[in-house]
Every structure is written in C-alpha cells, then in structure tokens.
C-alpha cells in the first residue's frame, strides 16, 4: 500500500510569487491534515479536512494561503503571493476515521527568497 | 490549549550507550501522546503511541515510552542507541476526538550518535 505522498518534494521561489504544494493521502482515508514547520520552530498545524470538507481551519495564517481536496482525494495547498516568512516544510497527514495514528508523507521544503 | 516541550534541543550519545528524550506536556485531560522520528530526506514515522492502559509502551525499534501522568511526563527510552537512531525525534499530543485530533508537536530533539 502506497504512504501519504507529496509533491515536489522541494520549492524555491522568489517572494510575490505563487507556489502550489499538492499531497496524495493514503487512499480510503477519509481525513487529512497540512501541517507547517518554520525554521527551528515545532511543527505546527495548519487545518484539517474530512472528505473534501474543512473541518478545521483554525491554523491557516492568513489569507495568502487556501488549501483545497476536491472529491475528498488528493489534496492541494496553494500560497499567494508567498512572503519570506512562508518558507519552512510543509507536511501532509493522512488518516481513516476514528483512527487515533496519523500517517505523514515525506513533507515539501518551500524557500522562499 | 495542549502544548508540549522537549528541552533537549540537541543530544549526543555514544553507540551502544543507553538513551532517554524528555517530554512534557500540557493538557486538561487525559492524553493522547505520541512521539515520532524523522530520519533525513524521509517524512515523520511513528515510534510508539500512549493512548491508555499500561503506562510503559513498547514501539518500533526497541524504543519504549512511560507515561507518568503525576509529572505530565511522556519520556522516550532505548538501552542501546545504534547508529541508525540519529535522527530527529519529535513528542506530540492529541486532543478528543482521536479520528477527528489534531496533533501539537514539541521542538523535536535532534539525536547524534558518536562512534
């Protein structure tokens, strides 16, 4: 059974550009979730998905970014335009209902310059 | 809010010496904890969980955890670190419900193994 992937597994852009980072969870899991790591910081959440509904959003920081799973599968997060402080890694996380064990993919290096 | 530390930021241990990762956590409730590892270029792999029963938990790679609620304390063990274990580890929280939890992470402790 193929893991959570995520793609391209590196970014480097220049500031004001858009960036979009794309995750494939594992398939028949209902849930999925973004996750955020700056630079020497903890991982950080970012939001939730059920399906293709968010169920929780409440870590987005800001407006420049909008994630989005259509047809509750693959799903896309999308920063515009992308500011210096976006770099960090982005990981993805997929798991089944009621399941207490998320399952991280190999997470997306973004630089922003 | 749930929060979690690991003071360690960094460690270094000789191979084939004994290890312990602290963690503690902050939480209104009964935890569930849980600590990963992310070995380089690979995404976070679970170690081992704590969800609740016995509060010694066994996980991959000869890794054990206690959970000692009375200090909110959820350290990571192993008798003999190999080479292979460096890498960064990471203790997290999850909140109620487990199918619909978030995870709070800690800094995460970077491991170095000496020869």
């Known amino acids: 059974e193929a893991g959570v992937t995520q793609f391209p597994s590196h970014s480097v852009i220049e500031k004001g550009q858009t960036v979009t980072l794309r995750c494939d969870p594992i398939?028949?899991?209902?849930?999925l979730y973004w996750y955020r790591r700056v630079m020497g910081k903890e991982i950080k959440f970012l939001l939730h998905?059920?399906?293709?509904?968010?169920?929780?959003e409440s870590g987005m920081p800001n407006n420049r970014f909008l994630a989005e799973r259509t047809g509750g599968t693959y799903s896309t997060l999308k920063v515009q335009p992308a500011e210096l402080e976006d770099s960090g890694v982005y990981f993805c996380?997929?798991?089944?209902?009621?399941?207490?064990?998320?399952?991280f993919g190999p997470g997306t290096r973004l630089t922003v310059t | 809010a749930q929060s979690v530390t690991q003071p360690d930021i960094h460690i270094t241990v000789s191979e084939g010496a004994s290890l312990e990762l602290r963690c503690n956590y902050s939480?209104?409730?009964?935890?569930?904890l849980f600590w990963y590892v992310q070995s380089p270029g690979q995404g976070l792999q679970l170690l081992l969980k704590?969800?609740?029963?016995?509060?010694l938990v066994q996980g991959i790679k000869g890794f054990e955890a206690e959970f000692k609620r009375s200090q909110s304390s959820f350290n990571l063990r192993k008798p003999s670190v190999h080479w292979s274990d460096a890498a960064e580890y990471f203790c997290?929280?999850?909140?109620?419900?487990?199918?619909?939890?978030?995870?709070?992470f800690g800094k995460g402790t970077m491991l170095l193994v000496s020869p």
């Open positions: 398939s028949g899991h209902d849930n």
């Open positions: 996380a997929s798991n089944p209902s009621g399941s207490y064990e998320q399952y």
């Open positions: 998905f059920v399906k293709e509904s968010k169920q929780d």
């Open positions: 939480y209104g409730a009964t935890p569930y």
């Open positions: 704590y969800f609740s029963g016995d509060t």
């Open positions: 997290a929280v999850g909140a109620l419900p487990p199918g619909y939890s978030t995870l709070t």
